[in-house]
DNA sequence: TGGATGACCTACA
DNA sequence: CTGTAGGCCATCC
């Protein structure tokens, strides 16, 4: 149910489909919006100032790990909000994409 | 109109 | 593993 409008509002969409306890990639929404690039990905978070329908902190990169430090106030923060929805972390400080990686589903 | 910026990713040395 | 360079998209000034 994705309009055509701007990647903003798109992207918003996807994030708000996550799922509680799961998270998602720059990259995997990237991908699923058929970008070639994440960074579009990243400028809609960052220019969302609406956390309850994007949830920006179950979006991290490819890696786990999470932004640069300055996303909610601090990745502190980040880590608080993905461990109170049951999102554990590895000793890496990176979330276990092996349990917790959700991508968009591109049928819908 | 155009350069600069951005919460990134991938490739290569 | 760390550092550098390139990429491509949208928005802001």
């Known amino acids: 149910m994705i309009k055509k409008s701007s990647l903003f509002e798109k992207i918003l969409s996807v994030v ?6 799961k998270v998602t990639t720059y990259g995997g929404i990237g991908l699923f919006l058929g970008l070639k690039d994440a960074r579009v990905v990243g400028w809609a978070l960052h220019q969302n100032k609406d956390p309850i329908k994007c949830p920006c902190h ?5 890696s786990g790990g999470l932004s640069k430090g300055y996303a909610f106030g601090g990745r502190n923060r980040q880590e608080e909000l993905l461990a109170s929805e049951g999102i554990l972390f590895k000793k890496d400080g990176n979330v276990d994409l092996n349990k917790h990686l959700w991508l968009p589903d591109i049928r819908k």
């Open 16 to 21: 708000a489909k996550i799922p509680k306890g």
């Open 58 to 62: 179950r979006v991290v990169d490819k």
